[in-house]
């Protein structure tokens, strides 16, 4: 194995700051509109959560700053190590999780420890991220001619170091991490260069059981029910299809959010100010907040915070050239990339109702410390590689 060439730049100068700077607007945003959620806003006013997402966001950073000093070859090492204590936290989750929490939500997602909540799952999904980074690369470095055949087994390989991952998570029933999983693993194999002879007939059977389970859910949600499915998730594609047909039932908390939205206009009501109840405000509808208070204009600043975010992650990956790190930079991206569609299209009534977080926003401690260690592994990059971008020459990480 051998690693790329360093620069002789200094630390400072080879930090990131456009990345940086997309995070710093994030968090602001996050602090003003938790205050304003939390304290302006509610019935029982607390500084509590707004302080709290500021020391989450304190450890964030001590989390992504020891990450970004990792180099390549010392996170292709820890690749395995990390893979393995993220199957053993979700295996003890199931086993200890928080009981209260549990009741509350359904979910054994959750370990408590005092007042503090922490959800492994949130920081497993950086150690998927990895480790599928390194399996894709090696597959690459060892096979000198892509065929069908090869093809079909990096695939196999995939879905075999995915599946434990993504069992262990379906056991927590918890449907909205799941299918952050899914997005992972797919946008990292859409890049791994698998042939579309094989692509292709795997989205189509996806494709069809997709269809099939949206038929089943609008006429024949018995056999769903009796292969695990819950009242619960039903409910949620119901308040998708007509989020006002029971605006005082299970579609309240859509249906509210809606109006929040609506009623914040072009340039919003202003900081702390609230006319509509929206349930869970804090922490998966924290966007109702924002279009209420900050209006159409402050949603779309939002927006292109993170399309600035992810603009400059992948300027880092085409200007490194590094492919294990594009590997991984890809699994970031979609993981984000999912999270803000997810949650702004559930918020505004175009997507059902997950429970996913809008990240570096929302409430949430173990949310944002997935994603601050994420930032680290793309910081990562930049940190410890030279820039290729006007050369001939195209390295990566392997064996060769």
Known sequence: MRNQQKSPKSDVSKIDYGIILSVLLLALISIVTLYSTTYLMSTTPSLTPTIMQVVWYAIGTVAAVVVMHFDSEQLWKLAPVAY???????????????????????????FKFGPVTFQPSEVVKIALIVMLGRVITQHNVEIEERTVKTDGRLILKL????????????????????????????????????????????????????????????????????????????ARIDTWL?????????AFQLAQSMKAIGSGKVFGKG???????????????????????FGFIGGCFVVFVYFLLIYQMIRICFDTKNEFYAYMTTGVIMMILFHVLENIGMTIGLLPITGIPLPFISQGGSALLGNMLAVGLVMSMRFHYRSYMFSEEEEHYGMR
């Not at 991952?165 to 991490?177: F, K, R, Y």
Request: no cysteine.
């Open 84 to 110: 393995a204590l993220g199957i053993l936290l979700l295996v003890l989750v199931l086993i200890f999780y928080d009981r209260p929490t549990y009741e509350l939500q359904g979910a054994k997602s959750w």
């Open 159 to 234: 879905g075999l170091w995915s599946l434990p991952l993504l069992v262990l998570i379906m056991a927590q029933n918890d449907l909205g991490t799941t299918l952050v999983y899914l997005a992972i693993i797919i946008g990292m194999t859409l890049l791994s260069g698998v042939s579309w002879k094989i692509l292709l007939p795997v989205f189509g059977t996806i494709g069809l059981i997709g269809f099939v389970l949206i038929y089943l859910v609008l006429y024949n949600r018995d056999l769903l029910m009796s292969i695990g499915f819950q009242n619960y998730q039903f």
């Open 242 to 250: 007509n989020p006002f047909a029971d605006s005082r039932g299970d």
């Open 271 to 293: 900081l702390g100010i609230s006319e509509v109840y929206v349930p869970v405000r804090e922490s998966d509808m924290i966007f109702a907040t924002i279009g209420e208070n």
